[in-house]
């Protein structure tokens, strides 16, 4: 396929560079970028406003699953829009698509996770399931319990609550965070344990430090552990096995409750429609999704609860309890007839049996990634994966994050047909689900190319010696 679609870049880019402030943009150099405007779509493709064709590396930003231009998606969306374009959610109002898709989540969901609050993305999901732990605890009669546990390197959005339990340190250079209740501990990133250490061993330090920083704060007073299964946007970082479960195992005995952050893990990205227990042995308290539930198509999020927390609270002294927590747009009809259509495509598909077919594929070509002198680690599972590129790979140091050697490879691969998202020294990668073997191969061969290329470059410029 291309794309016909024609428009005038140089206006647009124009236009966006005057008037756009961009998530996450540098806002000193947003003038001198080229933005890449992506203007049509179709399947694992994305053409740009001149009509060049790319496979979409990142599949948009970890969530196009099902693929680009889904008639039927588009069908269901438009369809619901002229049924029931939207009521209020508050209270005991609700649509169709709201019940339905909170039924239907229940039945996905591992465990008795069974309640379903619905939210306008990832970070509202991350900010109101924290909100509800809180809550409980309140109601609970314990309203110490407020210390919010998490990891350096984790991702949780970008709200002023959910931001906070970021551990990106670049993120918070010039922002505001909360600081008073969140704790973060080491990340459980197994290519950067201390030299000479096993992975069994960086395990139990890993699952001491959580247990280390309970006994510290007083288990009274902590309410919640918070991780990603896979730390995503901290660079695909897959703590080492055993670790979730573990980890659970220490909030059980503390009475600390555990919520999975799936928004990126969810919905197929690694071949089940959740990842915590069929991949992690691991039934949390709380499973946060978003991004691939609509599989990008409209915003939506949502926090599952169990229904031990949901039935504490009718059991509990608090009559007049009210969660008062919500949006808008919580549970809103055309974003929750989007999340069934997306379910139902999924199933009718077998989309998630279909990444358990390719993903062994995918994960054998990103390994052989590895063997490039530029490459310190490659790590994935599923369909998401990262390229770390290191100065020196006996000592891993990785090149500074100004470098850029992420964009540059990144750059090499535009040109050759594939978009990936850089991050400093690093390069990941998350596919739409529906992508075929040789599209994968396709993908892998790019990426190759490029970081061949960006090593003679950097060869060239002195900045690196093999
Ligand atoms: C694990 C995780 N949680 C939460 C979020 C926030 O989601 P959103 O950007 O939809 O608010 C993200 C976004 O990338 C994420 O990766």
Redesign the pocket.
Known sequence: MTSNLRFDTRALREKDNEHVIHPWGYLKSADKQDTLLLADSEGVYVYDTDGNKFIDGPGG??CVNIGYGNEAMAQAIADQVRQMTYYSPFGKLSTPPHAELGAKLAELAPGDLDRCFFA???????DSAIRFVWFYFNVMGKPDKKAVITREG??????FL?SSLCGKARDKTYMDVMTDRVHHLPSPNPYRRPDGMSEAAFLDQCVKDLEDKILALGPDNVACFIG?PI???GGVIIPPKGYHRCTLEVCRKHGVLYIS?????GFGRLGHFFASEPVFDLVPDII?C??GLTSGYV?L?AFIASEKLYQDVLGSKAETAVFSNGFTYSGHPVACAAGLKNIEIMEQQDVCGHVRRVSPHFQQRLQALGKLPLVGDVRGVGLMGCVEMVKDSRTKEPFPWEAGVGVKVDRCCQEKGLILRPMGHLCVFSPPLVISSSQIDRMFDIMHEAIVETQDELTRSGAWTA
């Open positions: 930003m970890w306008t993305g990832g970070s509202s999901a991350v984790a991702y949780h959005g970008s709200t959910a990603e730390l995503a946007s952050d799936e928004v990126v893990t946060t978003a991004k915003p999020g």
